[in-house]
Structure formats: C-alpha cells, structure tokens
C-alpha cells in the first residue's frame, strides 16, 4: 500500500515543534509527506522538515487546515499512490502503533475513511484531522473543484460547517461511501480522555491542554503515560515552549480532586461571566 500524506501544519511561533517532528515521523515510516504550513518558517526550522517531505510550502494564509490541504494537494504528484491522508497538528501522537490502525481503516472497503466518525444524523461527518481517501475520490474532479473552491471564513466554526461536514455531503453526493474507527458522538474527541485512553485511542487534541480550566490534566497525564517515551517528552517539550513550565507542571500534576476543582471554577465562570 504506497500511501501519500497531506499534512495540514500550524504553530503560533512558527516553530517545528517536537511533537510534530515526532508524529513526522511515524508518518514518514509509512509512507511520503507533503506539508502546508500556515505560517511562515524561517530557514533554521524549515531545515528540520528536509529529511521527513517530499515538499513543502509556508505562508499565512488563515484558511486553516482545509486551506493547507489545498496547497498541499495542488504541489503533490498524486501518481502511484493508493491511499492519500489528509492530517494535521491539532493533536499529538500517535500514543499508540499507527500502521495497524492504517491497515485497520484500509481494510473497511469504503471510499474514505478516518479514525474518527462524527455519527451526528444532520451532518455525520469524519474529522478532518485524520482522514484517508481512496483513488475513486482523490482523482475525482470533484474533490479536486472542491478543495480548489477553499477560502478563508470568518470563524473556525464555519469551517467545520463549510468544509468538514461539506466533505461528507460531498461524498454523499457523489455515493461514495466513508467510515471510521472509532465513533464520536458530541465533544467526545475533547472531553472523554480516559474512556479513548483505555481503548488505545493513538491521539490527543491539543485544545486539551487548555480546555475546561484546566481540567483534563490528569486524563492527559494517564493518556501519555502510556505512550512511547519519545512521543511524551516531545509533547511535554512543546507544552513548556508554549505555555511554560510552570503551567505543564500544574497541568499535569493535578490530582483528581485538584482538577474536579478547576472544573467547577471553569463552569462558575462560564455561568457567571466573571
């Protein structure tokens, strides 16, 4: 299986983070990359990408990852492959093996698949961070016209609405058929932590180092300790590049009790306004 994967990137320093070079890699062990990159980079951090793609770009262009899907598609020779992911680095990982997960999502015998299905019955869509699409699809006219026609919109949201679930009406319309690996209902992919954890679910978001007042530390903490240590140092890198040591300890030392707390404060505040 010659795989090809698109890769969606984004960092608010313009920095090859360690995470991502981590996740490059395995990626790489699989097959070849082609990166889009919506920030600039300078020549000391571009330098760390030469040996991992076969190409890149790098420029603000503010249409998120569906708009570095578009530049990614429109650099990349698709001849010779069988399968082209679209991914990006909105989480961290993988926390577990990635080929037989691969293996699993080729073998369901649909058109696309991922490893996350959004089951929602109005707009059942796959999440757009992980997505792998057959030849019926990557060499149709349509889903070319159809990345082509990205633009920037006004709030991320709408590009979830536009693209992500646009993605799945598109398939529909053209009866090609998609599945994932895992169903999730709701914030599930953000909020239920622990329960993917203990089903080896190979990734983490990254709004979860933030997210609900810092709350979700020691889900985190517990999802990364069973990952390669390689994989948790990088991610633990990145966490104090960004947000600083001080915040990464507090994070992901909290105790049950500590983060039940934090969550009660975040739900006072999101109630009250203050």
């Not at 984004?10 to 990159?37: C, F, H, K, N, W």
């Not at 300890?249 to 934090?262: D, I, N």
């Amino acid at each position: 299986m010659k795989r090809l994967f698109l890769f969606a990137f984004y960092d608010p320093q313009g920095v090859v983070g360690e995470s991502v070079l981590r996740y490059l890699e395995v990626l790489r062990a699989q097959g070849d990359i082609v990166l889009a990159a919506d920030c600039a980079l300078k020549p000391v951090e571009a330098e760390k990408l030469a040996p991992l793609v076969v190409s890149y770009t790098a420029s603000r262009h503010g249409e998120y990852d569906f708009g570095s899907y578009k530049r990614a598609f429109r650099q990349a020779d698709l001849s010779g492959y069988d399968v082209v992911y679209l991914v990006n680095d909105s989480v961290v990982g993988p926390l577990a093996p990635l080929e037989p997960l691969l293996q699993r999502m080729e073998a369901l015998g649909t058109d696309a698949f991922g490893l996350a299905l959004h089951p929602s019955r109005s707009e059942r869509h796959l999440q757009s961070w992980f997505i792998g699409l057959k030849p019926a699809v990557f060499r149709a006219s349509w889903f070319a016209e159809f990345l082509d026609g990205v633009e920037a919109v006004g709030r991320k949201e709408d590009v979830c609405i536009r693209y992500e679930n646009g993605l799945a009406r598109l398939l529909e319309a053209h009866s090609a058929s998609y599945a994932g690996l895992w169903e999730l209902p709701g914030k599930a992919i953000y909020n239920a932590i622990g329960r993917l954890s203990r089903q080896d679910f190979p990734f983490l978001k990254k709004s979860a180092f933030t997210r609900h007042g810092g709350s979700l530390g020691p889900a985190v903490a517990q999802a990364l300790s069973k990952a390669d240590p390689a994989i948790t140092e990088a991610v633990v890198a990145d966490l104090d590049r960004l947000y600083g040591k001080e915040y990464r300890r507090w994070f992901l030392a909290a105790t049950p009790l500590q983060a039940f707390g934090r969550y009660l404060r975040y739900l006072s505040v999101k109630l009250t306004g203050r």
